[in-house]
């Protein structure tokens, strides 16, 4: 071989070798993440698919990580895209990405080389080694290796002044690189620099951005008021929705306070967790204080003889408490409980066993169910006071047409906008009704009875009453009657909205008539995320 080719390959290979050489250790210690992965251990795989996961990157916060991404370690991915924020502006472009593995203290990860030549095609993505100091990367690399160590990483920074449709470049450019053996890993953390109270303020716009799963939603937010990359929650919400068909479930929520901080701190960060799976995981496996909100439902008529069926009953014992996990539930419950249904009644009467209601009631660990609705009054005033009284006595909280009931994390008034004959009445909610709910301790939630049978877009009417119910300031409405459920959540200017949730448990066989719950998850410093999960015609077998 000629000196002069010799010397140039030499070169060359020295070249490649030096790009391909690992990014080092960034943090020295694997205390942080073996404690964090201790304190984790009781969560373990979501249940269902997991397609992507959004964790905090403050060493703070580290517990958080690890619980989330514990959540989708069922999943066991090939490839792992991991977004992050371009915290010091160090990308050429408005984005960056890496063919260079991670030396971390808990493992090497491994850099998916393949991925990065496909992504760098793309004019507006740089190679850089930015992630060699980028905590964004740096921070849940460790757990990467831990938890997902067979798993290659394609890292890509995202630059905090790069535009919307930058994003949707860059999401394109993504989108083949993403499906069912990629799991997307977001490294996001949320209000920045505010004080605990406004960041707490921050993080319930956030949350119902989040809620509402669009886009544009999180477009509206600001940056870093709200989150610190507005660019990786936008990218996270379009591709989960275009390349898996999934939606959101938020975690956990924190402020930085709470992990030993002064109250007073006048700048704090915040951290919101999420999973997105195409199906929605069962309640049961995730951590943390939640509430079920069932939709129509009822045990007689033609449901009377499945009710007496062990094998029907398990049946649906199984579709709601694998969601719900035993916790609580709250349902509209139409009809009438009566210890002796009558023999002929008029076909569009709802009676039912008061023993058959109560033991399924009390094995889907009911404590409270509406009674701000059409049908409880169809056997006249005594046989309704009758029912409220058994329904209290069983420990049962019967929320009456008008009134507020307090659940403790919550409260929540009812009304019903229909009744039907002798009575008959439609539009029966008055604004008066709705004002007199201001002013109750907060959190509280408005249920209405209302809209259009078989119509499961809210009519005008609805969209009113859920506009009263916030400017009275209830956070959350729901809401039945039209035995469809609303398309999607609607977010007003500081409430979220879903009109209808269909049938939980009711006795029409139309494949449209469906159903499902509403699952509000608590959390510590006084916010809650809420999460729609359907179920289908459970009637239907």
Not at 53 to 78: F, I
Not at 120 to 147: D, T, Y
Not at 404 to 431: H, M, Q, S, Y
Not at 509 to 534: L, Y
Request: glycine content about 8%; charged content about 20%.
């Amino acid at each position: 071989m000629r000196p002069a080719i010799l010397i140039g390959w030499c070169l060359g290979a020295f070249a490649a070798e030096a790009v391909e050489k690992p990014f080092p250790l960034f943090y020295q210690d694997a205390a942080p993440f073996l404690t964090a992965m201790e304190k984790s251990r009781a969560t373990g795989p979501a249940g269902v698919p997991v397609s992507g996961v959004t964790v905090p990157h403050h060493l703070l916060a580290a517990e958080m990580t690890a619980s989330a991404l514990r959540l989708a370690a069922g999943s066991r991915p090939k490839r792992i895209i991991l977004l992050t924020p371009d915290h010091f502006k160090r990308s050429p472009r408005p984005f960056a990405t890496s063919r260079r593995d991670f030396l971390t203290p808990m493992g090497r990860v491994a850099a998916d080389r393949k991925a990065a030549d496909a992504l760098l095609e793309c004019p507006l993505v740089a190679g850089s080694n930015l992630f060699s100091h980028e905590h964004g990367a740096q921070a849940v690399m460790p757990f990467l290796a831990r938890l997902f160590p067979d798993a290659k990483v394609l890292p890509v920074a995202l630059g905090v002044r790069s535009r919307p449709e930058e994003w949707e470049t860059l999401a394109r450019a993504l989108a083949p690189l993403a499906g069912a053996d990629t799991l997307i890993v977001q490294s996001t953390d949320f209000s920045h620099y505010l004080s605990a109270v406004r960041a707490r303020d921050m993080d319930r716009q956030t949350l119902r951005a989040i809620t509402t799963g669009t886009p544009d939603a999180i477009i509206a937010l600001n940056q870093p008021d709200h989150l610190d990359s507005k660019a990786a929650q936008w990218l996270m919400t379009t591709l989960q929705r275009k390349v898996y068909g999934a939606t959101s479930t938020v975690i956990d929520n924190r402020n930085a306070i709470e992990f030993g901080g002064d109250p007073d701190e006048p700048s704090t960060t915040s951290y919101i967790t999420q999973i997105w799976s195409a199906r929605p995981p069962p309640g049961r496996g995730l951590p943390g204080d939640a509430w079920y909100f069932g939709g129509d439902t009822h045990f007689g008529r033609f449901l009377a003889a499945r009710m007496a069926d062990p094998a029907e009953v398990a049946r649906w014992d199984r579709a709601i408490l694998s969601m719900t996990g035993g916790r609580p539930l709250i349902v509209n419950l139409e009809g009438v409980m009566m210890d002796r249904v009558p023999s002929e009644v008029h076909p569009m009467t709802i009676p039912m066993e008061t023993k058959v209601a109560l033991e399924r009631l009390r094995a889907w660990k009911v404590k409270g169910v509406v009674l701000a609705n059409n049908h409880t009054r169809d056997f006249g005033d005594a046989a309704y006071q009758a029912m409220r009284l058994a329904l209290e006595n069983a420990g049962i909280t019967a929320l009456e047409d008008g009134a507020v009931a307090d659940f403790g994390p919550f409260r929540l008034a009812a009304a019903t906008d229909l009744l039907n004959p002798p009575e008959g009445a439609k539009d029966r909610i008055t604004g008066a009704t709705v004002a007199s709910w201001k002013g109750n301790r907060a959190p509280w939630f408005a249920f209405f009875h209302c809209g259009r049978e078989y119509v499961a877009a809210p009519d005008a009417r609805t969209r009113r009453l859920c506009d009263l119910a916030e400017q009275a300031g209830a956070e959350l409405v729901l809401g039945c009657h039209p035995h469809r459920p609303s398309p999607g959540w609607d977010a007003g200017a500081s409430s979220l909205r879903f009109p209808s949730m269909g049938n939980l448990c009711f006795d029409q066989n139309d494949p449209d008539n469906t159903g499902g719950m509403i699952e509000v998850r608590f959390f510590r410093q006084g916010t809650w995320a809420a999460r729609w999960i359907p179920l289908g015609n459970l009637y239907r077998r």
